[in-house]
Structures are given as C-alpha cells and as structure tokens.
C-alpha cells in the first residue's frame, strides 16, 4: 500500500518556471527521498532528508520537510524540458525499506 | 562505480510459467531491495537482501520469492506467473550496514505476461 498522497497527480508548466510538487504521509518516517523515473526507466535518486532537517538543497532542488505535518515539498527552480518526468517520494523508517507516493507527472513546456 | 545492473532488461512470459530476474548491486554494497510497479499499484516494496539473509518482505504471495549470493548480487523468482504481475521491476542496493539509507536503482526488468 501507499504510504500517502503526492499533490498534485500531473503539473504542466514554462521552460524557465518554477516547479512544486508536496508529499504527505502517514507514518514516523526516519527519512524521506525524492525520486526522479522518466518513461517507465529507473528511479534516479536525487535528495534525501532526514527528519530532524528541515530544508535542504541541491542544484536547483530545495526540499522541506514537516514533520508535524507529516509532508514534504520539492521545489525546482529555473525548469528545463529535461526535467519532464515522474517525480515520486518515498519514505524509510526503521527498516531499509522505501514506501513511495503515486507520483506527480511534471511536463515541461518549451 | 558502475551502477546497479539488472538482467534481463524485458521479458515476455506466458500465464504459469515461472521466471527469474537478476540484479548486480554497486560494488561494494550488501542490501539489495526489490520493487515492483504497476500503472494500478504503483511502487510496492517486495523484499530485502543483506548479507544472504531476507530482512524485510513486503505485502506479496509465497509465488514471489528471492536470495543473494556472497558476492551480494540477488535474484528473484515469481512462480505459476499471472497476468497481474506483468510490471517493472526494479532492484535497489544501499551502502550502509544498518538503519536507514539511500537507495540506488536499476533500469528495471519490464515482465510481460501473457
């Protein structure tokens, strides 16, 4: 089963635009990973936070983390039509062991 | 280091029959994880290697089943095959030892059954 919900289910946007997709769970999480899949290929991991963080960074990639609110965001900033693909979270508690949201279908626009 | 591996990449398959897909981790990692996606289910986690041994096991039939060798690499079984289990599925390893890690995909195995 879903560990919860990502919103929204598809984003459609302008080359250049920023781009954000939220994630909200269900359980105590140890961390939580943001996943990039394009076509149906492999999972490209692309940051982890752990939840005594808040907000982390990477390249054009910010992440926050609420813990009290069980959610988290990915913002990505500048977008580029290579960053068309499904985005997923997917979080870890005690066990190795990731539970993934249903993704967000981003779709970049030239 | 070259990534995680998967073979083979597609699989076609009929109803029944029983198949085996292989993973090769990253060099140097000892946990292997098994996912599989669906349009309907989404990602589901099937089960985890360490060191030979299954430590975790998701919510799936006796049908799905697997085992890692000493040099980490791992396999998986899916006997008397159904429809429903045409999917992707995708391997992951992890570094560390203990506790909670990043996890580094494979390109998958996409399984046909007809």
């Known amino acids: 089963s879903q560990q919860g919900e990502e919103d929204p289910q598809a984003l459609s946007i302008q080359e250049g635009e920023n781009a954000t997709m939220n994630c909200s769970y269900k359980?105590?999480?140890?961390?939580l990973q943001w996943y990039r899949q394009n076509s149906g290929r492999g999972l490209v991991h692309l940051i982890l936070?752990?939840?005594?963080?808040r907000e982390k960074h990477s390249g054009r990639l910010r992440v926050t983390l609420d813990t009290s609110k069980k959610s988290s965001s990915l913002l990505i900033t500048a977008s580029r039509a290579a960053d068309t693909a499904s985005y997923f979270c997917?979080?870890?508690?005690?066990?190795?062991?990731?539970?993934f949201g249903q993704g967000t279908r981003l779709t970049i626009n030239p | 280091k070259a990534g995680v591996t998967q073979t083979p990449r597609y699989l076609i398959k009929t109803r029944g029959q029983q198949v085996t897909l292989s993973c090769s981790p990253i060099s140097g990692h000892r946990s292997v994880s098994w996912y599989q996606q669906t349009p309907g289910q989404g990602l589901q986690f099937l089960f985890e290697?360490?060191?030979?041994?299954?430590?975790n096991k998701g919510n799936f039939p006796g049908r799905f089943s697997g085992r890692q060798f000493s040099n980490s690499r791992s396999e998986m079984n899916v006997s008397t095959l159904e429809l429903g289990d045409s999917a992707l599925y995708l391997c992951?390893?992890?570094?560390?030892?203990?506790?909670?890690?990043?996890?580094?995909f494979g390109p998958g195995t996409r399984l046909t059954v007809l």
């Open positions: 290697y360490f060191s030979e041994t299954q430590r």
């Open positions: 359980t105590s999480i140890n961390n």
């Open positions: 997917a979080t870890m508690g005690g066990a190795q062991k990731l539970v």
């Open positions: 936070i752990r939840s005594n963080e």
């Open positions: 992951a390893s992890s570094g560390r030892q203990g506790g909670a890690d990043t996890q580094y």
